[in-house]
């Protein structure tokens, strides 16, 4: 299993990478494999404004649908490069 060192990480197996003036946001590769098969992801809205807590982001699998909180209050945004 992949633990990269220099990622903040929540215990809902999400975590967060500060890049400069912000930040990128993923789910662990344990939550990944529990998943299994991703069939929809809901991704933050460009320009929105975030609260710490609040619902930033849903994926959806066979198994489950899963809310991902918001760490930190912000705005959000997409590097369309890696979208």
């Known amino acids: 299993m992949n633990v990269p060192d220099d990622l903040l990480y929540t215990d809902s197996h999400?975590?967060?990478r500060r890049e400069g003036?912000?930040?990128r946001v993923g789910i662990t590769d344990h939550a990944q494999a529990e998943?299994?098969?991703?069939?929809?992801?809901e991704l933050p809205k460009v320009?929105?404004?975030y609260e710490t807590k609040g619902t930033?982001?849903?994926v959806e699998s066979v198994?489950?649908?899963k809310r991902h909180l918001c760490?930190?209050?912000g705005n959000g945004s997409r590097d369309q490069?890696?979208?």
Request: hydrophobic share 50%.
């Open 21 to 23: 003036d912000k930040v």
């Open 56 to 58: 930033i982001a849903v």
């Open 35 to 41: 998943l299994t098969d991703v069939v929809y992801v």
């Open 47 to 49: 320009g929105a404004s």
């Open 63 to 65: 198994k489950a649908a």
């Open 14 to 16: 999400e975590w967060v």
């Open 81 to 83: 490069s890696r979208a």
């Open 71 to 73: 760490t930190r209050q």
